[in-house]
């Protein structure tokens, strides 16, 4: 018989956050924790669409770390 394995995944409201996001966030209560996800989807749902092409973003982000390929 399979048994389910349940696993535990951060979620947060920004992509790479900061140790000062993470102790902010994970201090949050539950429903504090939700509204702010929230406000993180609405907010780019609402942003404009990028002027950049992936391939900006890459160069980019290639620039910024050196050691990347």
């Given at each position: ?13 920004w992509a790479a956050p900061t140790k000062e996001q993470r102790a902010w966030f994970d201090a949050l209560s539950p ?39």
């Open positions: 018989m399979n048994m389910l394995e349940t696993i535990s995944i951060d979620v947060y409201p429903d504090e924790k939700r509204k702010a996800i929230q406000a993180a989807i609405n907010e780019g749902f609402e942003s404009p669409v990028s002027e950049k092409s992936i391939d900006d973003i890459i160069r980019e982000a290639r620039a910024e770390l050196p050691h990347a390929p």
